[in-house]
């Protein structure tokens, strides 16, 4: 098969694919969007919109993701001047901008290492001892890791954390089992931006073969190649027995390199 005819499999959340699909288009490749994560409101944000009006009290508030940027613009009006920004990677820093906020008028922080982007990485560029004489506001999905606010802590600062939307793996449908099937039947370079969707999936096809639909589907998938923007997905997606790993940095036009390397 020439690596060209190869399809490009997006399973970001299907709100997410578009703009990337359309790029992958232009390169001439076939765009698969095969979502693997579902965003959904909060079923009470009572919570989250107690916060939002309190920002300007906050030295900092990070968000853990494009998604939690997102949440939040669709329910503020405007971004308080005086309150830093942080963000883990490029995507962020897009949804940011997208919303107006850049480093022209806001002070955002992110990991200066674009291969390593999350909160270990984001902790060496905050000014921490500023934020000794402030608190700091984590806004995330209704679960993730808890690194970050633990190392705030331990270095004196108030951290507070408010979830802002919900994670959900969509329904294994009989349309997504005959899609699944049929990508596994050929080869595919599968964009990959979240350890749990990369669970989700070989969850999937370990029910496809327990169901006796494709006695090989594990294996299959886990010869299937993977783009994914950080180490810690590639070191996930090891333990599961993924063979061909491709790791880049975060941010879409790093994904398109990869990409364009693997031709």
Not at 187 to 207: M, Q
Not at 239 to 263: K, P
Request: proline residues 4%; hydrophobic residues 45%; contains cysteine.
């Amino acid at each position: 098969m020439n690596k060209r005819d190869k399809a490009v499999v997006i399973t970001r959340p299907a709100s997410q694919a578009a703009p990337l699909a359309q790029k992958i288009a232009a390169m001439g490749r076939i765009a698969e969007e095969f979502p693997l994560l579902e965003i959904h409101p909060l079923a009470d944000s009572s919570a989250l919109d107690a916060v939002l009006v309190t920002l300007d009290q906050y030295a900092l508030v990070a968000f853990v993701s494009p998604n939690a940027i997102d949440a939040v613009f669709s329910r503020i009006k405007s971004w308080p001047a005086g309150t830093s920004i942080g963000v883990m990677g490029a995507g962020s820093r897009a949804a940011l901008a997208v919303h107006g906020l850049t480093d022209t008028n806001a002070r955002i922080y992110s990991p200066v290492d674009a291969e390593r982007t999350d909160s270990e990485t984001l902790l060496e560029v905050l000014d921490l001892p500023t934020l000794q004489a402030g608190k700091v506001l984590i806004i995330r999905g209704e679960s993730g890791r808890e690194l970050l606010a633990d190392a705030l802590r331990e270095q004196g600062i108030p951290v507070s954390q408010v979830a802002a939307y919900r994670r959900v793996a969509p329904k294994f449908t009989a349309a997504r089992q005959q899609r699944l099937l049929s990508m596994l039947s050929t080869e595919n370079d599968w964009i990959v931006t979240s350890s749990e969707a990369l669970r989700t999936l070989l969850a999937w096809a370990k029910k496809l073969a327990e169901e006796q639909r494709g006695d090989d589907a594990v294996a299959k998938m886990q010869q299937q190649h993977l783009i994914v923007p950080h180490i810690r997905i590639a070191e996930t997606a090891q333990s599961l027995g993924f063979q061909s790993i491709t790791l880049t940095a975060s941010g879409d036009e790093n994904l398109l390199v990869a990409l364009q390397s693997c031709l």
